[in-house]
């Protein structure tokens, strides 16, 4: 009786431990995409001062710009991390096409507003980079727990599934050719 509790007891501390790790993992994951969050609205906002820079020297864009502040307005916290992915990546695709245009304004690109705000914006990039790294290692620690033995036994029993890890879309991998981008403005 008495290797009978022993058992239980070592079983269940097993689970306890278990279960701690995969709740480790999963607040992790949840903390650095919150972090992602936070960077890729302080970089939309420091793109959308860049594209009102743009836009007072080229009105045309005033449309786009009012756009993307629609979309940066409707990102809440009742959206889940796919529906904020995808309305970042369409803020992103009007914001690109502003800054575009700024390439054709040779006194835009010399104006230290302008050039103060790429400073920034590559420190948000680098920083964004650097928490998408750290998310899709806590999902990777996270999956490969949760898919290996033991802990699969029981990890679909606590609700915990499988994430998702932070890919780069196909169309971003490729080399851009600014000049036609340029050219199709």
Known sequence: MLIGIIIVIVIGLFLIIGYNKLVGLRNRINEAFANIDVYLLNRFDALTQQAEVVVSYAEHERETLMQVTRLRASVSDHHTQAEKTEIYSS?????????????????????????????????????????RRTYNANVTSY?????????????????????????????????????SLLRGS
Do not use: C, W
Not at 98 to 123: C, F, K, S, W
Not at 147 to 171: K, W
């Open 91 to 131: 803020m992103e695709a009007q914001l690109s096409r502003i800054h575009m245009v700024g390439e054709n304004y040779p006194d835009l690109l010399a104006n230290q507003n302008y050039l103060q705000l790429q400073r920034t914006i590559t420190d948000i990039e680098d920083k964004l980079s650097a928490s």
């Open 143 to 179: 999956n490969t727990l949760i898919a290996s033995i033991p802990t699969n036994l029981y990890a679909g029993l606590f609700g915990f599934t499988p994430r998702s890890l932070l890919e780069i879309e196909e169309n971003k991998k490729a080399d851009i050719d600014m000049k």
